[in-house]
């Protein structure tokens, strides 16, 4: 009865090890579910900007239209400056569109614009034109001139992005 009663014993000392071993169990899964719920919560929850608000995806932009170009040819030569002081300018222009049809405007339409460029290119200053400043805003001048020319022939003005200098000689 001795050993019956030492075997009776022993499973109950035992018992107490296998509860704690299940508890054990139970906290390391719930502390392992909790931070996977939370790392994924982390890895997934929406992006926000400074302010705190979603930030929204950005939309595929589609690359702009090739560039075309149109040279002036050949280039403008003409005379200008005050009395006794006769100075030469000469500048090659191209006007630059992504736009088919306007380009066929700007170049349709070339004498309207040379017309109104030699008459611009012949009124100006040789001191305006010397400084970096004087040739940006003769650049934006000829734009509106090209930009004028190709309004007025029913195209989208802004269609005409920009104008170039490829050469500019004064003498």
């Known amino acids: 009865m001795a050993t019956e009663a030492a075997k009776v014993e022993a499973p109950a000392g035992e018992a107490p090890k296998k509860k704690k071993g299940k508890l054990m169990l139970i906290i390391i899964l719930a502390v392992v579910l909790i931070g996977g719920s939370v790392g994924g919560w982390l890895a997934f929850k929406p992006k926000t900007d400074a302010k705190g608000e979603p930030e929204k995806k950005a939309e595929k932009v589609k690359p702009p239209a090739p560039a075309i170009y149109y040279k002036y040819d050949p280039a403008f030569v003409v005379n200008f400056g005050g009395e006794g002081s006769a100075r ?84």
């Open 88 to 171: 030469y300018l000469q500048v090659t222009v191209e006007a630059m569109t992504r736009d088919p049809p306007v380009s066929e405007i700007i170049k349709n339409n070339e004498p309207a614009v040379r017309n109104d460029l030699v008459l611009l290119f012949s009124n100006q200053d040789s001191t305006t034109l010397l400084s970096p400043d004087g040739k940006e805003k003769l650049r934006q001048t000829t734009l509106e001139v090209i930009r004028k020319v190709v309004a007025s022939e029913g195209g989208d003005p802004k269609l005409v992005e920009n104008v170039y200098f490829t050469s500019f000689v004064i003498q």
